[in-house]
């Protein structure tokens, strides 16, 4: 069975304190791996997706990585906007198009 | 910018009864699903839908669920008779089929289901 798992659950970082958001996963063979953003009471916001292990892709603050057992979301200098859950899925090979969500980091940026 | 748009954001229900929920998905998509949330837990897949069918879905997506393509632009997912757990925020998303579409699934912003 596909899992994915997201740690920590929760982190609370000073504006400009940099960190790593990790994503385990279980998948019978990798389509892709996929980061998005979500804000309170709305939907997930595609931030990345990753093919293979070494991929790299980077957008302002957050760059994200790909390992064949996890990935993780590195936030560089973070702001106030950047709080948000940052949510990770898979999608097997072999499967059909289904994403496999891990249960999310929350992520409170303080001024 | 196209974006999934969804109706409506809050749906309140008596258990017992049938609910619809409403998806426009962005226009060139050709695929469809139906994911939802229930409060403090995971994201969940329930429904992937192609060319008129059901292509996967998943344990949850009983005999209670159906979705439907009614026209050329909306996508609808029908509870027959709701029960109380069945109250989560209901995700619809689309994505575009082809190689550089990279398989990414774009998500609406949800509608909230109570059932009382």
């Known amino acids: 069975e596909d899992q994915v798992t997201q740690s920590p659950e929760a982190l609370r970082l000073q504006e400009g304190e940099s960190s790593s958001l990790n994503c385990s996963y279980t998948v019978s063979g990798l389509r892709g791996l996929f980061w998005y953003r979500q804000d309170p009471g709305k939907g997930p916001e595609f931030l990345f997706t990753?093919?293979?292990a070494g991929e790299e892709k980077e957008k302002e603050r957050l760059k994200a990585t790909l390992t064949k057992k996890e990935s993780f979301l590195h936030i560089t200098a973070p702001k106030p906007e950047d709080s948000a859950t940052y949510l990770c899925?898979?999608?097997?090979?072999?499967?059909?198009?289904?994403?496999?969500f891990g249960q999310g980091t929350r992520l409170t940026i303080n001024p | 910018e196209p974006e999934v748009t969804q109706t409506p954001s809050h749906q309140v229900t008596q258990m017992g009864q049938e609910v619809i929920l409403r998806c426009v998905p962005i226009?060139?998509?050709?695929?469809f699903y139906w994911y939802r949330q229930i409060l403090g837990q995971k994201v969940e897949f329930l429904v992937s839908?192609?060319?008129?069918?059901?292509?996967?879905k998943s344990e949850i997506f009983d005999d209670q669920f159906s979705v439907e393509r009614p026209d050329g632009s909306n996508f609808t997912l029908k509870i027959r008779s709701t029960k109380l757990e069945d109250s989560a925020m209901y995700f619809c998303?689309?994505?575009?089929?082809?190689?550089?579409?990279?398989?990414?699934?774009?998500f609406g912003a949800g509608t909230r289901l109570s059932v009382l």
């Open positions: 839908f192609y060319n008129n069918e059901i292509s996967e």
């Open positions: 226009s060139n998509h050709l695929y």
């Open positions: 899925a898979v999608q097997a090979e072999w499967g059909a198009q289904k994403l496999v």
């Open positions: 990753l093919y293979s």
């Open positions: 998303a689309s994505s575009r089929p082809g190689y550089l579409a990279k398989n990414i699934q774009y």
